[in-house]
Antibody, heavy 123, light 108 residues
Framework: QVQLVESGGGVVQPGRSLRLSCAAS????????MHWVRQAPGRGLEWVAV????????YYADSVKGRFTISRDISKSTLFLQMNSLRPDDTAVYYC????????????????WGQGTMVSVSS | SSDLTQDPAVSVALGRTVRITCQGD??????ASWYQQRPGQAPVLVIY???NRPSGIPDRFSGSNSGNTASLTITGAQAEDEADYYC???????????FGIGTKVTVL
């Protein structure tokens, strides 16, 4: 069945790096835009980054731009989020999500979500 | 502005109707989508585009758009509808995305 499974979360010190993975199954990753969304404890959802269906375009929220990098490995059906220079306010559950709509449309719909992986940034 | 404004909380009696609104300039151009999130669970898409429901979402959920406002309506609210509801759209550039702050729906 269609599924996303995140991994790679954990406790990390400020200034360090962490790489999250999102394993996709049941669909072809290269046919969809893929996103990362995070949720700090007790807070709302915050969009983090997107990679286009063909991998040619990536965009980031201002809060992570220059520190985080979204990428994918089509052969492994896996999405990644490389997080550098981590800060305490990056502490959150990180979700990956699938989006059938790309740029240039008036729609977006995150129709499949993973269960999330927790990242805690603390000294 | 790219912000999406939602009321923080609403309540509805069991079986009655509740409407949740989302306001933002980008909604004049881009459609909203709506997500239900129950405590401790991942979000679930309930409405996207012009009142489209994914497979498996009950038809008591509906959406509408007018000007800079998108709305999610639950007609005949059930106890299991108690959750946080987030609207989402693209920002004014179309390349970035933004969520509303979320509306906590309590079913009385």
């Amino acid at each position: 069945q269609v599924q996303l499974v995140e991994s790679g979360g954990g406790v990390v010190q400020p200034g360090r790096s962490l790489r999250l993975s999102c394993a996709a199954s049941g669909f072809i990753v290269s046919a969809y835009a893929m996103h990362w969304v995070r949720q700090a404890p007790g807070r709302g959802l915050e969009w983090v980054a997107v990679i286009s269906y063909d991998g040619s375009n990536t965009y980031y929220a201002d809060s992570v731009k220059g520190r985080f990098t979204i990428s994918r490995d089509i052969s492994k059906s896996t999405l990644f989020l490389q997080m550098n220079s981590l800060r305490p306010d990056d502490t959150a559950v990180y979700y990956c999500a699938r989006d059938p709509y790309g740029s240039g449309t008036y729609y977006s719909a995150f129709d499949v979500w993973g269960q999330g992986t927790m990242v805690s940034v603390s000294s | 502005s790219s912000d999406l404004t939602q009321d923080p909380a609403v309540s509805v009696a069991l079986g009655r109707t509740v409407r949740i609104t989302c306001q933002g300039d980008s909604l004049r151009t881009y459609y909203a989508s709506w997500y239900q999130q129950r405590p401790g669970q991942a979000p679930v898409l309930v409405i996207y585009g012009n009142n489209n429901r994914p497979s498996g979402i009950p038809d008591r959920f509906s959406g509408s758009n007018s000007g800079n406002t998108a709305s999610l309506t639950i007609t005949g609210a059930q106890a299991e509808d108690e959750a946080d509801y987030y609207c989402k759209s693209r920002d004014s550039t179309g390349d970035l995305y933004v969520f509303g702050i979320g509306t906590k729906v309590t079913v009385l």
